[in-house]
């Protein structure tokens, strides 16, 4: 008899147990499962949507992983076309990550796949499919295949009596010429955890209660703004990672991949909506009522007059440029857009070239990498490197000569996505410290199908 842990080295760690019939009775029942299948959404009473997702809900199951605890999650692909999951923000080897490019096997339709890990980082993560949609506005990040994961960390630092952890999301997309004639993705409706504004379930809270806010934007495509009326809320973690500077802010912006974890004092009794400060987008459904004990009446909302948000604020003290240490190698990546006509998506290049052309230098293991991220595109993209976290060390530094020419260097915000914007340059570091293929790209489905990719290898 082969024990589980030989089997899982024989047959790689994400085993095709569909390929290992004989041996699949061996398995120990996995600690997780996941469905991909249709199902009908019921969005709102009147927002029935026809998608694929896990466990017949989206948000999928949210699964809670101990720190260093080795976790076995299958995954049964009951869809007719290929797919994989992506362990979004952990620390895997490429052949459990969840990426194609990385050299994950794809889940074939009507096969399963076991996933077996160490969860790292302590945080909160999360799970998406890593599929591409291209055309088809119902499959990749545009389905419902989405959920949050929480590594619990081994000791826990948080003080707190309630988590509330929030998905947000945008559905039912079409494609829609912007203003130069290309086409972008935009949504008919959006929600928080799978409903819309009013339609489900309120949040409920206690006068005088932590509410621990875990907010992930599992958005295809969109930033999102959020404010919970007559409360403020104090961002202690970005992406999973506690901040040197937690501070309270008036809104929240989370860009696609983002994560937000914040403290709120239920210290304001009342029922209040918590929802996009955009007025727009929480008419197209991105809220939800949040509901003090004993309190009754139609929920209230106080509209903010500004958005109001940087990462700047929860940095340690802004520091001096420090003389690039000999060991740090710069990676110049120039991001821009080409025009493919009116009606069509852009392409989108770094360095000139479209994945699967794009290319770059082999990382050497132990060595400090900085990512320059130049944005010559008239877009603000959230990018997203696979199985590393990184320190964001300068941002907002103007290419036109507009805004400020010299951005301030910054330390201590560790993420694995940062949200560049339109015209400037952006900088992060990370130490190679996962050898193994590593995907990097804009978490924006369209971007990333349209060339927005770029796989580094470790030499
Ligand atoms: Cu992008």
């Known amino acids: ?13 994400a ?3 569909s390929s290992l019939p004989a041996l699949a009775e061996d398995l120990a029942a996995p600690d997780f499962r996941l469905d991909i299948a249709a199902v009908t959404l019921a969005l709102s009473p009147r927002h029935k949507l026809r998608t694929t997702a896990y466990n017949g809900q989206a948000p999928g199951p949210l699964l809670r ?9 299958e995954v049964a692909n009951h869809t007719d076309h290929a797919e994989v999951v992506h362990w979004h923000g952990l620390f895997l080897p490429p052949a459990v990550d969840g990426a194609l490019e990385e050299g994950t096997p794809a889940i074939a339709p009507g096969a399963s796949a076991r996933y077996t890990f160490t969860p790292a980082p302590a945080g909160l993560r999360w799970y998406h499919t890593h599929a591409m949609a291209m055309g088809d506005l119902s499959r990749g990040l545009y389905s419902g295949q989405h959920g949050l994961l929480m590594i619990e960390p081994r000791n826990n630092p948080g003080r707190y009596d309630r988590e509330l952890f929030l998905a947000l999301e945008d559905w039912s997309g079409y494609l829609s010429a912007s203003e130069d004639g290309a086409m972008n993705p935009s949504y008919a409706v959006s929600t928080i955890n799978g409903k819309t504004l009013g339609s489900g379930e309120p949040l ?8 621990l ?3 992930v934007n599992t958005s295809p495509t969109d930033v999102h703004w959020i404010a919970l009326a007559g409360h403020e809320l104090q961002v202690i973690a970005l992406d999973g990672n506690p901040v040197p500077s937690p501070r309270r802010v008036p809104m929240l912006r989370i860009a696609p991949a983002e994560r937000v974890c914040a403290i709120v004092e239920m210290n304001n009794p009342g029922i209040w ?18 509901e003090y004990a004993d309190q009754h ?17 929860f940095a340690t003290a802004p520091v001096q440029e420090p003389p690039p240490s000999r060991a740090t190698i710069v990676v110049p990546l120039v991001i821009e857009s080409k025009f493919r006509g009116h009606g069509a998506m852009e392409s989108w290049l770094i360095n000139g070239r479209s994945y699967p052309d794009t290319t770059a230098e082999p990382l050497r293991e132990g060595l400090r990498y900085r990512l320059q991220f130049i944005n010559k595109s008239h877009d603000d993209h959230p990018l997203h490197l696979h199985r590393h976290s990184f320190e964001l060390r300068s941002l907002g530094r103007s290419l036109d000569g507009s805004g400020s020419a010299s951005a301030p260097h910054i330390a201590g915000i560790i993420k694995d996505v940062v ?23 804009c978490h924006q489905q369209s971007h990333m199908d349209m060339g927005f990719m770029l796989l580094f290898h470790y030499a």
């Open 213 to 215: 806010l875990h907010v």
């Open 297 to 313: 009446g139609a929920p209230r909302w106080l509209q903010p007059t500004d958005l109001v948000w940087n990462y700047e604020q």
């Open 273 to 290: 909506i918590l929802g996009e400060v955009r007025k727009h987008l929480q008419a197209a459904g991105l809220g939800i009522v949040v």
């Open 15 to 17: 085993a095709l147990s």
């Open 1 to 13: 008899m082969l024990s589980r842990r030989a089997l899982l080295k024989l047959s790689g760690a």
């Open 419 to 441: 949200l560049v914007d339109a015209h400037t340059q952006a900088e992060v570091e990370f130490i190679a410290d996962h050898p193994g293929a590593t995907l990097f790209h």
């Open 65 to 73: 992983l101990r720190e260093g605890q080795p976790v076995t999650i």
């Open 204 to 211: 409920r809270v206690k006068q005088g209660e932590r509410a």
